[in-house]
């Protein structure tokens, strides 16, 4: 009788038991590129329109303080791919590459039997099949990627192969591509990883006729201003008005929405909805050229809040069937971690700077257990440093529209760093511990460092400075920061490939 009872019992917990336990969910990873927090409809932003990520805010999961690792693009993608922060693996910049040692995400999951497709701007390194930072070279099977950003009727390598024009608006084209790629692995009977990482809304800017008429009255509220940025024409820089650049801004924004509206009711009409692990995020602030709305100090580029905080949205029903958000501070360095836990794949044996995510996503932790780090390195000193990797090797094939040293393809950089000095603990970096965030920096001015300390519980747009008025509370972020700092530095030289 007993062992019957515990037969029934044990049969109405494998009845109830969520489908995610069943089977591997799939996932996707989708990022806009320069896609700051507050240029969405559901952060309250007076123009720009996002019904699609408006929907996924208010049934899904929002964080409402989701942060870019870095606050430019190559270092953020890398700390997306390696839950590492930039600095170990020398990417420190736009245009620098990651390193072929690091495990990615990719490499993981494509030993947990999942099917692993690449879509859209990769920008770690050329997507050329020779390259040894490429898509495939990183652990994608497929990939339909660029060098760096695009624009309408982009300039695309499919597999690393030479460069093909696919007609069409840039993320319109690379969800197509995502969508076909997971067809094939549904028809194959595979788990999908699928990243998707859009051109938009990084300038120069485009857009087609309808979207462009959605912001029709923008030049005229915004004509005395003028900014800086590229010419779609000459692919040099040019000065035009505000208005004018922030209609094509919002235009693109609103076309990556509606791609991402596309790939949902793909999701949906294929019964795959359930679970998908659906997420989204921004690799850095809004630039300076399309910024309007500062709710936060700082834009792309710097390492205060305007800077790094993104929109970070998950949608997952089998998981989570009901709308809810969070405080909890996440970042782009999260990820590994949160989807090693999810399929039972062990961390890599190597410093991780992100954390797991799932006890977030059941609402079983709230507070960050580690602290948030932040640092541009100064790598004007590496000019004459020996490359990690063969310059060859690192020429982009994909052209775009903005040209640079009068070439209209981009290569990288990566050099070997085997000898730590002062000079490598300088460039701009934050700590975030609980809610206090401490901000250094080098001023022009002299070389002085400026320090600044902020209660981002009571003051999020970092307006005030209680550096002096904390003490204790500035000299204990600043032994973690410069302790973390060290942690860096050791991987910088290679040593976590050396284990």
Excluded at 245 to 261: P, S
Excluded at 372 to 382: G, R, V
Excluded at 405 to 413: E, I, L, Y
Aim: glycine letters at 8%.
């Amino acid at each position: 009788m007993k062992r019957l009872l515990a037969l029934i019992f044990l049969s109405s917990l494998s009845i109830s038991a969520p489908s995610f336990a069943a089977e591997p969910p799939n996932i996707i990873l989708m990022m806009g590129d320069d896609h700051g927090w507050e240029e969405t409809g559901y952060n309250g932003h007076p123009h720009v329109k996002t019904p699609v990520l408006d929907d996924m805010a208010a049934t899904c999961f929002r964080f409402e303080n989701f942060y870019a690792a870095h606050p430019s693009c190559s270092p953020t993608r890398a700390s997306f791919m390696t839950g590492r922060h930039p600095n170990r693996m020398g990417t420190f910049n736009p245009g620098f590459s990651i390193r072929p040692e690091e495990i990615t995400i990719a490499r993981i999951l494509a030993k947990a039997g999942y099917h692993c497709g690449h879509f859209g701007k990769w920008h770690l390194g050329p997507v050329k099949s020779s390259s040894p930072t490429s898509p495939g070279a990183m652990g994608f099977h497929e990939w339909v990627s660029h060098d760096n950003f695009f624009e309408l009727n982009p300039s695309l390598s499919r597999n690393g192969g030479p460069p093909e024009v696919i007609h069409g608006e840039g993320s319109a084209v690379i969800i197509n591509e995502a969508i076909k790629f997971i067809d094939r692995a549904c028809k194959d009977k595979k788990p999908f990883f699928t990243v998707v990482w859009f051109g938009s809304p990084h300038e120069p800017y485009s857009g087609l006729p309808e979207d462009l008429g959605l912001y029709d009255d923008l030049p005229a509220k915004y004509k005395d201003k003028k900014v800086r940025l590229t010419s779609n024409e000459t692919g040099g820089p040019t000065t035009r008005p505000l208005g004018e650049v922030l209609r094509e801004r919002y235009a693109e924004i609103t076309a990556m929405d509606r791609a991402i509206g596309t790939l949902r009711k793909h999701l949906a009409t294929s019964g795959l909805r359930e679970n998908t692990l659906l997420f989204y995020c921004g690799d850095n602030g809004t630039s300076a050229d399309g910024s309007l709305v500062l709710p936060h100090r700082g834009v792309k580029g710097q390492v205060y809040e305007g800077g790094v905080l993104v929109p970070g949205l998950i949608e997952w029903p089998a998981r989570i069937p009901q709308p809810r958000s969070t405080k909890f501070r996440a970042t782009t360095s999260d990820l590994l971690s949160t989807l090693c836990a999810l399929t039972g794949q062990a961390l890599p044996d190597r410093p991780i700077d992100g954390t797991d995510l799932l006890p977030v996503l059941d609402g079983k932790m709230t507070e960050r257990p580690k602290p948030l780090w932040f640092w541009q390195f100064d790598a004007t000193h590496l000019s004459k440093a020996e490359p990690y990797i063969d310059p060859q090797l690192q020429q982009g094939t994909t052209p775009l529209a903005k040209k640079a040293g009068g070439k209209a393809t981009r290569d990288f950089s990566n050099y070997r760093h085997t000898t730590i000095t002062d000079a490598d603990y300088l460039g701009p970096r934050a700590i975030i511990d609980g809610h206090y965030k401490l901000v250094v920096h080098e001023q022009k001015k002299g070389g002085a460092v400026k320090q600044e300390l902020f209660d981002l519980a009571t003051d999020p747009a970092e307006k005030t400075s209680v550096f002096e008025q904390q003490p204790d509370i500035a000299k204990k972020l600043q032994a973690e920061l410069h302790d973390w700092q060290q942690s860096v530095l050791h991987s910088l030289t290679g040593a976590d490939y050396r284990k």
